[in-house]
């Protein structure tokens, strides 16, 4: 994500980090080199112009000339200044009485059916009961494509023939949504041109019809400055009250993230970042500002583990670690709650420092690996797993033919095991204490 912008600015920050104090002639220099790589990333002149305008101001002042480490001060004030731009974090309007509509909006193609579905998902994880509408009645497979992700999710979906006018289709979702007690009716309306008179229109009709409080235009993040002249024209027709950048995994440069928000004044609600049902983030400015600066983003880390591990059996399974009772099973059951996160490499990113080592790891390549650890663990009788001291070469071959991998392989993967094993009895008889403050037992 933003992969190229971030190489970018990070080869300015770190010639910057070579110099001792920095002269104004410095500062512009980096600033030219900043400039440049933030318009070929797409990001809208006006919206370049008006950023580097802030942090020259700041960078050549006494802020940066008095500090005992300016270009570290440099990053700093560009951090800021790109949280600025990005605007501040705009949370789904879900006050008052329910049911709270939110209409979806935006061209075709842009991934609008998906995200209908993924936004349910996230709302049902915030306690809502969400509903969603099939109100995409020119393109036939998408009433069946919500239908089928309806069926996946557990999430009931209100759909009609294809005869029955949209805006008329969405009254009487909001009418069943008040009537069955849903909380939040999501409407998939179908994709359209902002140049296209009549269709505009209808999108007029059903927020007439339906009164949503929230009118989200999804758009793809990858189109570049094509997006943000999108979000500018369906705002003037129909008053947009948030975006959602779809495609975001697959976006290198980061132009519309970067632009959208100045140029229209409507915020960035959500991000998707891959094709999984459960991945859509809410937006935080700061924490994209630190994904593009290679800084990484703990916090988002940090709430995806709290998602996807048991506290418990997290806290049990790290006593194992230190008591040298962790078997594989124990090391499938953390490897299945890791994938659930998401990709490893994206994963990786987020963590400070480790951004630029894993650039260049492709998603597939990182899923295949954890693939094939968890298929030779999944060829392993119970007995092997709780004691992988059997593991004799004659059960490796076995496990190797059943796995599809190579006993090379499932040598590897025992080695690698016992080197985990002998690093935690280290650390529990006190030669590694002080590494890990909090870890259990230390």
Do not use: W
């Not at 900043?34 to 006494?62: P, Q, S």
């Not at 409080?213 to 094509?226: F, H, K, S």
């Not at 937006?283 to 994209?288: A, C, N, Q, S």
């Not at 599809?404 to 025992?414: F, K």
């Amino acid at each position: 994500m933003f992969d190229s912008l971030s190489e970018k600015l990070n080869a300015v920050f770190k010639k910057l980090s070579g110099k001792g104090k920095l002269s104004e002639a410095d500062v512009d220099a980096a600033l030219r080199e900043v400039r440049l790589a933030l318009l070929e990333a797409d990001v809208n002149f006006k919206v370049v112009k008006d950023f580097l305008t802030r942090v020259r101001e700041r960078a050549i002042g006494e802020e940066v000339m008095r500090s005992l480490s300016p270009a570290q001060t440099v990053i700093k004030i560009v951090n800021e200044e790109l949280i600025k731009t990005l605007g501040e974090p705009a949370k789904i309007d879900l006050s008052g009485e329910p049911p709270h509509v939110v209409m979806l909006i935006g061209l075709q193609g842009a991934g609008k059916t998906t995200t209908a579905a993924k936004l349910a998902l996230q709302l049902r994880k915030h306690q809502q009961k969400p509903l969603l509408v099939a109100a995409d009645t020119r393109r036939p497979a998408a009433i069946q494509q919500l239908q089928t992700l309806g069926t996946q999710l557990d999430i009931p979906v209100h759909a009609e023939a294809t005869t029955v006018p949209p805006p008329t289709i969405c009254g009487n979702a909001v009418k069943r949504a008040s009537d069955g007690a849903y909380s939040v009716v999501l409407l998939d309306t179908a994709g359209r041109l902002h140049i296209d008179d009549e269709l505009m229109h209808e999108l007029e009709e059903v927020k007439s019809k339906a009164k949503p409080q929230e009118i989200l235009l999804v758009v793809d993040a990858m189109t570049g400055q094509e997006a943000v002249r999108v979000a500018d024209e369906f705002h003037k027709r129909v008053g947009l009250t948030g975006l959602i950048l779809t495609k975001v995994d697959g976006d290198a440069r980061g132009g519309a993230a970067l632009s959208v928000r100045s140029v229209t004044g409507v915020p960035i609600k959500y991000l998707a970042v891959g094709e999984k049902l459960d991945q859509l983030e809410q937006f935080f400015p700061d924490r994209l500002a630190s994904r593009i600066l290679g800084m990484g983003d703990v916090l988002t880390l940090i709430e995806k583990a709290q998602e996807n591990f048991d506290q418990e059996k997290a806290q049990k399974a790290a006593e194992k670690l230190l008591s040298a009772k962790f078997t594989f099973e124990d090391f499938l059951e953390q490897l299945q709650a890791i994938k659930k996160m998401g990709p490893l490499s994206q994963l990786l990113g987020m963590v400070p420092g480790l951004s630029q080592v894993t650039k260049d790891m492709s998603p597939d390549v990182t899923d295949k690996q954890m693939k094939r650890i968890e298929a030779i663990i999944n060829s392993m009788t119970h007995e092997e797993r709780v004691n992988p001291d059997v593991l004799n070469g004659s059960r490796r071959k076995r496990i190797a033919t059943g796995s599809g991998t190579t006993v090379q392989e499932v040598n590897q993967l025992m080695s690698q095991f016992k080197q985990m094993q002998r690093m935690m009895q280290q650390l529990k008889s006190g030669k590694m204490r002080g590494m890990f403050p909090g870890f259990p037992g230390l």
